[in-house]
């Protein structure tokens, strides 16, 4: 009876095994595709943070270009000030 028994037990549990089994392997083709996509969000924010460093340091540049040319047209309109009294 007993062989009886763990066939029958064998019978009964072998579809919730392959049942387990499937559901262990959607699980895992699941984490697999998470991986792909957490690997591309990865990159992109690594293009992202290096696209903001280049735009960063060219709007420094810029920024210094202008201050050097603003300084250069302050000092030239004060001394044609000071030429304009001056001449007087």
Do not use: H
């Amino acid at each position: 009876m007993s062989g009886k028994d763990s066939s029958q037990t064998q019978q009964f549990m072998n579809p919730w095994y392959r049942a387990w089994q499937e559901q262990i392997e959607r699980w895992e083709s699941a984490m697999t595709e998470l991986g792909k996509v957490e690997t591309k969000g990865f990159e992109q924010v690594c293009a992202n943070v290096d696209e903001a460093a280049r735009l960063t340091k060219e709007s420094t540049a810029y920024g210094n270009l202008l201050a050097a040319q603003w300084r250069k047209l302050a000092l030239d309109a004060t001394r044609q000030t000071f030429e304009a009294f001056g001449a007087r």
